[in-house]
């Protein structure tokens, strides 16, 4: 759902997936993420997916997926890149379809879907080639006089073709769905046209990505209020350069709390200004940021175990947040949720104030530095080594 602006025009019939698969992914034998959803949310188990775009700076993405070990995502979901794809013939030679398609043999792959100047035509074509799952998006761009407004319609027509033979997903938006257009959110209206989705036959939710683990938590109890039964899966960006995160900022709305915000920027001014800054300053960072969103979501015991990491095709990024959740243990069923109720969660103040520590330039030198980490991390480690594995950041 990280949608952007789109790269120049792509020759697609040269497009050429380079994913590298784990050893042991040797076939899909559910590959409707739908029913994976609902078995992990009966473990109440952390479980989550990634989400990739086709193309880095105009090439194609190289996915690794045993970067990921040992706990492999549920599902990849693939970005559609709306201006660069709408007129492609035949439509399976989109970049992110092929993508997709060389995928769905050794992992469960949900495709994006957006109105952009999608007709009736594209719309069948899309269906006929038979994915199991689709994210049913309005998108960020708008055609004036494209054929559709909603995207209840992508999911009317997939469920009344597939029926349950395929998943259909569709957005939340915790902060509103207007807060990127700078009019004011209007959550009512939001739950509305999410409820209408849901009873047309949208099978769970991916909310977009939000910085304030309170407004999410309320977010999904009003979403239950609403009569909004599906799981609901919860969008984490994964950034390692101010950039990346200004594009997220320009596209959703979400942004970060004033205090951080601030200090995000400046060091991403201070990395333009001496290349000798830590590259993995801002990595570090929303590594911790995404874990405590993660922690105090899990200990808010709303029944949300889904996390949807938007990669921004930044996987040294992702694998760092992975790491740190396996550190905490918190990839262990019920066991990981208990250790996780059990967190001594830390404020975005005190986060603020502990990105600037010496943990986040690679090493520890000090008991005092470490003392003052324990203070505000969610959990405390007895030695540097125990936090953080010497190749974390690889």
């Known amino acids: 759902m990280a949608h952007f602006v789109d790269s120049p025009r792509q020759n697609f019939f040269s497009y050429v997936p380079c994913v590298t698969f784990a050893s042991k992914q040797h076939g899909v034998k559910e590959p409707r993420i739908g ?11 952390l479980y989550y997916g990634i989400e990739v ?24 979901s693939i970005a559609w890149l709306a201006k660069s794809s ?8 989109v970049d992110s379809l092929q993508l997709a398609k060389h995928l769905a043999s050794k992992i469960p792959v949900m495709p994006h879907l957006t109105l952009y100047r999608l007709n009736d035509e594209r719309l069948d074509q899309f269906l006929d080639l038979n994915f199991s799952n689709v994210l049913a998006l309005r998108g960020s761009t708008i055609y004036e006089n494209q054929t559709y407004a909603y ?6 027509r997939a469920k009344e073709k597939f029926k349950d033979k395929a998943t259909v ?5 915790p902060e509103g769905y207007n807060i990127a257009e700078g009019e004011p959110p209007d959550l009512k209206i939001h739950l509305h046209y999410l409820k209408e989705k849901v009873d047309a036959g949208a099978d769970c939710i991916i909310t977009q990505a939000c910085y304030r683990p309170e407004i999410i938590i309320d977010y999904v109890k009003k979403v239950r209020a609403a009569g909004i039964t599906v799981p609901i899966m919860v969008g984490i960006a994964a950034h390692e350069s101010f950039k990346k995160y200004k594009t997220i900022e320009k596209e959703q709305g979400a942004r970060l709390p004033p205090r951080l915000h601030e200090k995000l920027a400046k060091m991403g001014n201070k990395f333009e200004k001496d290349v000798r800054t830590d590259p993995h300053l801002i990595r570090n960072l929303f590594v911790r ?3 405590n969103i993660i922690c105090q979501i899990l200990k808010a015991d709303i029944q949300v175990y889904g996390f949807q990491i938007f990669t921004l095709n930044n996987f040294g990024a992702t694998a760092g947040l992975l790491r740190e959740l396996r550190q905490q243990k918190l990839f262990g069923g019920t066991q990981g949720l208990a250790a996780a109720r059990s967190f001594d969660l830390f404020s975005f103040a005190s ?9 986040l330039h690679t090493h520890w030198h000090t008991h005092e530095a470490l003392t003052q980490v324990q203070a505000g991390m969610c959990v405390a480690a007895t030695t540097a080594s125990e936090r953080w594995p010497r190749n974390w950041q690889a």
């Open 289 to 291: 940021i995404n874990v």
């Open 169 to 173: 997903c569709v957005a939340g938006f």
């Open 53 to 76: 775009m086709p193309h880095t700076d105009g090439i194609p993405v190289c996915l690794n997926l045993n970067r990921l070990l040992p706990f492999m995502p549920l599902f990849v």
């Open 351 to 359: 986060l603020g104030a502990v990105a600037s520590l010496p943990y």
């Open 35 to 45: 029913p994976l959803i609902e078995g992990r949310q009966l473990q109440q188990r």
């Open 151 to 156: 995207s209840k319609t992508i999911v009317e």
């Open 86 to 93: 709408w007129d492609v013939e035949p439509l399976g030679r």
